[in-house]
């Protein structure tokens, strides 16, 4: 049963890949939440490994680790983060009380260093504004890991869950959504996979987009 659930989340391949993140992601309760979620945690604990070890291979200090996990309130994401990179983790999280990501852009915030949204972008009215209020709050050298939901096919949204976020990226959107990152300094920091080549859940799945803000 352990082997079937593994392999309807990650691609077997991507085992080899994040063996020591999914150690520290399955010590963790993932009840109730989408079955590729594994992925999305592993590949941005993943990114954070390896901005890390650029950083110190350019320049022999390891980098701050202040980290902001956008909308992970709900979710043990954030305690991953905690164990994974040894900092300080805030969430900014509106459904938790706190201020919108927005607000946190201008309210003289400290920059982070390493900003996490997973599964968020797709809910936001304006994907366009909140990249830009997101980077506001990353300084520069940081790395953004965002991931959201994303099918095949563009159109309009006839998937499961359609009426719990306000667009499911597809690969015209996807490219624009890079196009708006590239206008803000935000560059390709590897990672990018908008075709995940897991199963598909409730007809769509995942991609990933992994930024570094230009210094």
């Known amino acids: 049963m352990t082997e079937l659930l593994l392999n309807r989340t990650l ?3 991507d085992y080899d890949r994040f063996t020591e993140e ?4 399955n ?3 993932l009840d109730g939440q989408h079955p590729h979620r594994r992925w999305e945690y592993a590949l941005a604990l993943h990114a954070i490994w390896r901005h890390a ?3 110190w291979q350019r320049t022999q200090v390891l980098p701050a680790s202040l980290i902001y996990d956008v909308g992970g309130a709900g979710t043990t994401f954030h305690h991953m983060l905690t164990a994974w990179t040894g900092g300080t983790v805030i969430v900014i999280d509106p459904a938790v009380g706190t201020v919108p990501v927005e607000q946190w852009a201008t309210s003289g915030s400290m920059l982070a260093d390493v900003i996490t949204c997973v599964s ?5 009215p304006d994907d ?3 990249l830009y209020a997101v980077s506001c709050l990353l300084a520069p050298g940081g790395l953004l890991v965002v991931t959201m939901d994303y099918w095949n096919k563009c159109g309009v949204d006839t998937a ?3 009426d719990l976020r306000q667009r499911l990226y597809c690969p015209q959107t996807y490219q624009q959504l890079r196009g708006k990152a590239q206008a803000l300094h935000l560059e390709t920091f590897g990672g990018v996979d908008p075709r995940y080549h897991g199963p598909q859940v409730h007809d769509y799945t995942f991609a990933s987009l992994v930024l ?3 210094p």
């Open 11 to 13: 691609d077997p391949a």
């Open 212 to 214: 570094r803000k230009r």
């Open 120 to 124: 968020v972008i797709e809910h936001v």
């Open 53 to 55: 070890r650029g950083v």
């Open 128 to 130: 366009e504004a909140f």
């Open 27 to 29: 010590s963790y309760s």
């Open 160 to 162: 499961e869950h359609r």
């Open 22 to 25: 999914l150690q520290v992601i």
